[in-house]
């Protein structure tokens, strides 16, 4: 069974970075295409983005491109969200999930617990 577990989150200003991280443990991380999402509260859950299982492909939702990065590192078993140019907007408990790739919640087997993420005006 994958085991995600996010952290990184917390309050930042607008305009401000976070680097969130979500590390895995209970099978071979590499095996799996992986993505990011974010629910603020009264919403659904969207997509960030995501990225194949080696790092070489990366997609974005319209509304977090040229300001997001997602990265991986399979020697770590660690995956990230770099965000940067962060806007009261972006307030949300952020999720990573794992066996899965694009932006449906339904495509992904593994989710973690989450990390709350609050930018402040």
């Known amino acids: 069974q994958l085991q995600l577990v996010e952290s990184g989150g917390g309050l930042v200003q607008a305009g401000g970075s976070l680097r969130l991280s979500c590390t895995a443990s209970?099978?071979?991380?590499?095996?799996?295409?992986m993505g990011w999402f974010r629910q603020a509260p009264g919403k659904e859950r969207e997509g960030v983005g995501c990225i194949v299982w080696n790092g070489r492909r990366t997609d974005y939702a319209d509304s977090v491109k040229g300001r997001f990065t997602i990265s991986r590192d399979n020697e770590k078993n660690t995956l990230y969200l770099q965000m940067d140019s962060l806007k009261p907007d972006d307030t949300a408990m952020y999720y990573c999930a794992a066996d899965g790739y694009g932006f449906k919640t339904t495509n992904y087997n593994y989710w973690g617990q989450g990390t709350q993420v609050t930018v402040s005006s």
């Open positions: 209970g099978l071979t991380f590499d095996d799996y295409d």
